[in-house]
């Protein structure tokens, strides 16, 4: 699988919105962007994905670049609830679903209230 | 309603023991998953199966074994435990194309 770049760390403040970054240079053209989170003690959670278009769902906006070598994830008026490990995976379709996601050290999301 | 069960949530065992850890998911997903995380590491994959068949496996030792005795059952048996397999491990589940979802987690210690 291609490789992701994100930052360490990242701050914000309750009621911001939150723009979290990931480049993907190398990314092939059957991978998809997935972002999941994780709190301490919890297992990750799926936030969302896409391939090409830019997508929403009631967790984030994922805006992906039209070359698709980066993409953002945004959280809206996020709460201290927000506050996790967010993952930016590259992973190709798998017809039969029982594909392997490679985690790396994501970025660490602060929340201050 | 718990979606994926994985029972016991904490594990204690002594080295050269072995241990069963059980994951059931109750959301009609046909592809689970076991992955570990140890202490302040990023999450690890070990195995994935899809219709109660093996797909992948990354996991180097034979001493872990995955087992699906039913298509929502995966569990994980480990023998001949090491201080080394203390971590959490977590049983997943998906379906094709979709996010995978994750249980609680299995903190097992091995003394």
């Known amino acids: 699988d291609a490789k992701t770049t994100q930052p360490d760390s990242m701050e914000s403040t309750e009621g911001e919105t939150v723009h979290l970054p990931c480049s993907h240079a190398?990314?092939?053209?059957?991978?998809?962007i997935y972002w999941y989170r994780q709190v301490p003690l919890q297992g990750p959670e799926y936030v969302t994905h896409?391939?090409?278009q830019n997508t929403t769902n009631s967790m984030a906006f994922l805006a992906i670049a039209s070359d698709r070598k980066s993409s953002t994830l945004i959280l809206p008026h996020v709460s201290l609830r927000d506050a996790a490990v967010y993952h930016c995976?590259?992973?190709?379709?798998?017809?039969?679903?029982?594909?392997?996601?490679?985690f790396g050290k994501g970025t660490q999301l602060i929340i201050q209230p | 309603d718990p979606k994926i069960i994985q029972k016991p949530k904490y594990l204690v065992a002594v080295t050269g023991s072995e241990k069963i850890l059980i994951c059931e998911q109750y959301?009609?997903?046909?592809?689970m998953y076991w992955y570990r995380q140890s202490a302040k590491k990023p999450l690890e994959f070990m195995f994935s199966?899809?219709?109660?068949?093996?797909?992948d496996n990354q996991t180097a030792s034979s001493r872990f074994q995955p087992q699906s005795s039913k298509k929502n059952h995966l569990d994980l048996q480990i023998t001949a435990l090491k201080p080394d397999d203390s971590a959490t491990y977590f049983c997943?589940?998906?379906?094709?194309?979709?996010?995978?979802?994750f249980g609680p987690g299995t903190r097992l210690t091995v003394l």
């Open positions: 199966y899809s219709y109660q068949k093996l797909m």
């Open positions: 995976i590259l992973r190709a379709l798998n017809t039969e679903g029982a594909d392997r996601l490679t």
């Open positions: 190398t990314i092939s053209g059957n991978e998809y």
């Open positions: 959301l009609g997903h046909n592809a």
């Open positions: 997943a589940s998906s379906r094709p194309g979709q996010g995978k979802y």
């Open positions: 896409g391939l090409q």
